[in-house]
């Protein structure tokens, strides 16, 4: 058990904190460097690189970048894919004191303008054929060096040219000083630009290693998005804490992580549940040697049982841990003990080893062990703010924690379970329905490939519920569906629509479901029967 102690952050937050840790994201990963340089670090295709060679690149891109101009506090945007200059990037800008601020590559042109225009970026740095996406300098005056990697556009330099030959300046880095912004998904209005500290940074790369057991020598590929919180916090910089091996995937696709996993004998990842689906679905997984793949990792919300089951039953090795976090936490916030990933199925884990989770009722009040609430959230990965965002963070924190959004509750023995978002929680004549509860038992059925629960607005009951199902191949059978959910769920829970889709559910960059769209659809829908 590492040494903790309370400590006072960002003004007035007493939290717990790793009494031993790095004092800045270059200091943790120079340490790793100095540990064993000739490490295998990065591997992006055939380029395969050391700790000690991906010093050398990412000296290299900070002393350009400083040359430009670029110093402490200023924000470097990056929108590129999983690729290697991203990591070079983000560990070039923490090294000379920038902020950096990555962005999805999906994201289109009204969007970037937004957040680059709002965080006042003076540089970016793109993937070539994303050129028509990057705003003009008209529209983002501060913008004022750009380069492309891949190939040229918008006015942009090479991305090669940060890889010239020079030397970073020495930086004076507090642990408190922003390292990079990351924007959240604007569900309701303009995306918020969560403000990720080194101190914060750091603790969430500690409690991945302590919490899951992560050493040197691991193996991991970045499968999600490099530019979301998971990507870039759980995978790359927790792997360079302990001195790992990140593989990079430019796009997931189930046989080629299949191929990549036995190919490089790779032992920890983090995926999102629809990706261990696909893996499944996949007529020859059998034939994949897997048998180095020791932890399994997947976020959010619990996955279907029928999923672990199913993983259990092909890879009885496989240690399957769930992990609850959000931008706003800088990742983690809780994580599933890996032993008993595969008993308690349908909890999100134990509170890190630094945070603290309270579920509070509607008037602020904590709820007891095993009622549901808000869960708020505080500790040292929690951010200390959104970037120029007054109201906010008024609407945001309260007393040093960061009020989630989730329905929740603890249990007497620390098990964290997450029944839904506030938004997503469905009132029907005044019961509350949870969607994830409603689809975590639908999804146990053999017809169905994936769903969805939303509300639509209904005039006597407030909102009905509406299902949005992708069947298998030939299933075709509503009420067969319905049918399940009545022998299994009370009667208000069971949808009063159910509508089999062709098509996978929409979802964001990061592989979450997104339920807006469904929501239209369903509100379009001809009224049902009453029942």
Known sequence: MP????????????????????????????????????????????????????????????????GLGIGKGDRVAVILGNRREFVFAVLATARIGAVAVPIGTRNRLPENEYVLGHCGAKAVIFEAELAGEIPTRDACPDLAHRFAAGGSGAGARDVAELLAPALAPKVEIAEEDVFCILYTSGTTGRPKGAMLTHFGSIHSALHFE???????????????????????????????????????????????????????RINVVILVPAMYNLCLLEPDFASFDLSHWRLGGYGGAPMPEVTIRAMAERLPHLDLYNGYGATETTSPTTAMPPKLGKIVTDSVGKVVHCGEVVVMDEEGREVAPGEKGEIWIAGPMVIPGYWNNAQANAENFAGGFWKSGDIGSIDAEGFVRVFDRKKDMINRAGFKVFSAEVENVLAHHPGVVECAIVGRPDPVLGERTVAFVMPKPGFDNAAELRGFLAERLADYKVPDQIVLIDEPLPRNPNGKVVKAPLRERAAALPSPARR
Do not use: Q, W
């Open 3 to 66: 040494s903790i102690r309370h400590e006072l952050h960002y003004g007035d937050r007493v939290m717990r904190c790793f009494a031993e840790r790095p004092p800045n994201i270059d200091a943790m990963f120079r340490a790793s460097v100095a540990r064993d340089s000739n490490a295998l670090a990065l591997v992006d295709g055939a380029t395969r690189l050391t700790y000690a060679e991906l010093d050398r690149a990412v000296e290299r891109v900070a002393g350009n970048l400083a």
């Open 210 to 264: 302590h919490a899951i057991g992560l050493k040197p020598g691991d193996r991991t590929v970045l499968a999600v998005p490099a530019s979301h919180v998971t990507g870039l916090i759980a995978v790359i910089l927790s792997f360079v804490a302990v001195g790992g091996t990140t593989f990079l995937l430019p796009a997931f696709k189930a046989r080629d992580f299949l191929e990549l996993m036995a190919r490089e």
